[in-house]
DNA sequence: AGACGGCTTCCGCTCAGTGGGAGCTTGGGT
DNA sequence: ACCCAAGCTCCCACTGAGCGGAAGCCGTCT
């Protein structure tokens, strides 16, 4: 009999989502199967809600049959954030320009921080943050900047919790950690040795927008380059004042402080 | 009586992904009548849709009520053609550096360029292009070089239509635009002045990939500067064999030549 | 205070969505 | 050449998720 073991109460658009959302944590390309396996959806259910997507342009076909987000999806994500952006990526670069470390800029995206734009030389070096990406703020210079200047209920949320540890550097006494985050408010910068990846050391500043912190601008360097970090201070705190010149006019209220990934 | 004048033969998934692309147009946020009208849809149904998207992220509230592309939509986009966009980037900042003017990188999308990147200096320049924007191929410089190394049926399908005419210096005579697409093939790099926006110029060089045209990668300059166009091109050539070292083994099957906007 | 525009909620009807299963295609093992 | 398995596509009758008109609500302007 058909309809046999259906599960009510899902919606249609949660499973259009679902699928979607599917491809947030594999690097490649998926299988129908995997699509399935990963939005918890029958097979066939899969290949009807993945075709339609496909003829939309918000998934696409590989030659060899796999799915992979579509460009679609990526052009109307564009408009998202879009005047933040623009406006402060030209300073991003003039930052790593003068610096000649990987520049990035981040805001708090419920107890993660987003990065938002990011701009590196084409030397490799270690990377754990990319656009897009999130990383707990404890373990990175812009989170802590940011958490630091955050009203006390949204400190007092974040260090109510247990603390990832990342790697073995990563701060996560809840007592030390604040008093940590009192001296950052104090000094007006933040910044990590090794405790989101080893290897790699980050400084940043808050970027200030309506008189509330809005974002973190930050360096990520070799460890190696560690002891000369504060000589980056004068150039971060200058760049910091043009993005808030630059985006004081821009409403950010969807941008700052949003809601954690998935739904609460 | 309930449910009188349906519009039948719509799927859920139609509807939910008007309501996204509803946001494409509009520079701003929406409410949700409007999202109504642009999606065609009652206003109950999109009322329904649009706080299921919300809670999912997908779109976010603004404090006055209007709606917007959520962040969450950004995030998971940034998964598309991310291995282009990261592998690139860093070259298309050089060409910046080198040349002091606003550099970008597009590839094809149907009858269209679709830009991919874009790195620009704080001062104001007439822009036209976006990052996630597309212009027709004939008015840029990235569209021409792109169209001029493309296979036979595309360039002829292209002519085949009627080419739109931005401003009254686009070329639109099918037989001279072949000739020029010729030329461009000679050469080796294509230019514009003012063909999509009175008071820019353009000049670009193809991107290979794979023994195929991949991209454009070009720079854009105020008409003042049209006469010293030329003189980056050895830089634009240099930094192109420094994408296409770069790119080659990366699969970007998915990203060039997509289909057109919308549902053929 | 009344009228208006825009958002939210309600509720019974109905057809779009459903998913097990059958059929197909592909590749690789013997 | 043949078989088998894995993965994808298609089919179809049942049914509850989706539907949307209408009524209610809530600011805002006059």
New interface residues.
């Given amino acids: 009999m058909a309809g046999g073991s259906r599960e009510p109460g899902r919606?249609?658009?949660?499973k259009?989502?679902a699928i979607?959302?599917a491809?947030?944590s594999s690097r490649g390309a998926l299988s129908l199967t995997d699509i399935a396996e990963k939005s918890g959806l029958p097979l066939s259910t899969t290949h009807r809600?993945v075709n339609?997507?496909t003829?939309?342009?918000?998934l696409?076909?590989?030659?060899n049959g796999r799915y992979?987000?579509?460009?679609?999806?990526?052009?109307?994500?564009?408009?998202?954030?879009?005047q933040l952006r623009?406006a402060a990526?030209?300073?991003i670069?003039?930052l790593?320009?003068l610096t000649g470390e990987t520049a990035h800029l981040a805001v708090r995206?419920g107890h993660e921080v987003?990065y938002i734009d990011r701009?590196?030389?084409?030397k490799r070096v270690p990377r754990a943050s990319?656009?897009?990406?999130?990383l707990p703020m404890h373990a990175t210079a812009v989170g802590k900047v940011i958490l630091a200047f955050e009203d006390d209920w949204v400190r007092d949320a974040y260090l109510n919790r247990d603390l990832e540890r990342p790697t073995a550097h990563t701060h996560i006494d809840p007592r030390k950690f604040a008093e940590e985050l009192g001296q950052i408010r104090a000094q007006g910068y933040a910044t990590t040795l090794e405790e989101v990846r080893l290897g790699s050391c980050s400084i940043a500043v808050p970027v200030f927008h309506t008189g509330r912190i809005g974002a973190g601008l930050g360096l990520v360097l070799p460890t190696s380059h560690a002891s000369t970090m504060t000589r980056h201070l004068p150039v971060l705190k200058g760049i910091s004042a043009?993005i808030e010149r630059?985006t004081a006019r821009i409403?950010l209220?969807?941008?700052i402080g949003?809601?954690r990934?998935?739904?609460d």
């Avoid at 999806?73 to 564009?78: G, H, K, M």
């Avoid at 701009?119 to 084409?122: F, I, N």
């Avoid at 990319?130 to 999130?134: F, L, N, P």
């Fill in positions: 919606t249609v658009t949660s259009v989502l979607l959302e491809f947030e809600l339609e997507l003829d939309w342009g918000f696409s076909r590989e030659p992979q987000l579509g460009i679609r999806l990526w052009e109307l994500a564009q408009n998202t954030g879009r623009d990526q030209p300073y670069q003039d790593f320009s995206a987003l701009v590196y030389g084409s990319r656009v897009g990406g999130r043009q630059a409403p209220e969807t941008l949003v809601h990934k998935g739904k």
